[in-house]
């Protein structure tokens, strides 16, 4: 008989969508992306082209993901993991070199790569592989491990530089540890430790990150400068109101005022053109999504799947989170960009197979 309160096997999900409730949230956001994309690109076709491609190999690898049954990624983490690292570490010693960081990799017979997003997924995998089969809350023995599971790849990033994806990775890792019972004591201790630890992190952050933290605080101080992507976002979020201008009438984005304005910056495209109403919306669906995501997890009878899933989810979060309060002036820039909504195939791809991987363990909750 089924456990008390759960579905007959019968009642799973079948087919080539698992979850359509998920995926028709991810299809209006991506949706939503498109149109506002169109009108930051002043409808450069070609551009609008190539990230409906993108989206397209997205969608289609988050069906293949969900497809697979959970066991296979608790299998593979740890390979996937090493592997991962590996290709960090190729990346510094062999990597492209763009506009100042070493972040992609030219690897015969492959199109060139950013190693640094597929560690977005394994490294959550390999925290929760170790944790599966260990007694929770964790030790820590345990918290130490994991973070030095975190740490490795997190600090081959940030050497990169690529200070964005590395808090995003080491935020994946950490999220594993917070689901699965990471006692407050533990995390005060953490916390202070990373404060003791600032002055030695600050050293080693490049100037223009550390210009970046200091201009958060007065953007006026270099309004040319470091603080000018600041300034044009709030004034562009501020001259929107609560309905906006209009699509296509925005004057920040398309009098080139706002930088990357189809990146990092497009929020500030939408708060300007579609007003209050425009960004309220999308968060509204931003938080739709999770709330599902963490149904599926909190649903999930596995450790392994519950925390891995749980965590996915949460760093989409974390992806909205950084990159509303960057543009609005709450963070520093950090160049994390707007989930499904930025120009961009790598981000968006990355946060569909970790969606596909959500599905899978919605998929295949055995009862």
Known sequence: MPRAGSLPSSAQPRGLVPDPILTALLAV?????????YSAISADMAVFRAQLVRLGLGVFVMLVLANLHPRIYLRWAPLVYLGGTALLVAVLLMGVNVKGSTRWLDLPLLPRFQPSEVMKLAVPMAVAWYLADRPLPPTLKDVVVCLAIIGVPAGLIVLQPDLGTGILVAAAGALVMMLGGLRWRLIGITGL????????????????QRQRILTLFDPESDPLGAGWNIIQSTTAIGSGGVSGK???????SHLEFLPEAQTDFIIAVIGEELG??????????????????LYTAATSPRTFDRLLSGALTLTFFVYVFVNVGMVSGLLPVVGVPLPLISYGGTS???????????????KHREW
């Open 29 to 37: 956001v991506m949706a939503y992306g498109l149109v506002v994309l």
């Open 193 to 208: 430790l990373l404060a003791a630890a600032a002055p030695v992190l600050w050293q080693g952050l490049q100037d223009y």
């Open 246 to 252: 209009g699509l296509f009438q925005g004057t920040q």
């Open 276 to 293: 209050l109403v425009g960004i309220c919306t999308l968060l509204v669906l931003y938080v739709m999504i999770v709330g599902r995501g």
């Open 348 to 362: 968006a791809l990355t946060l569909l197979a970790g969606f596909g991987i959500v599905m899978s363990v919605y």
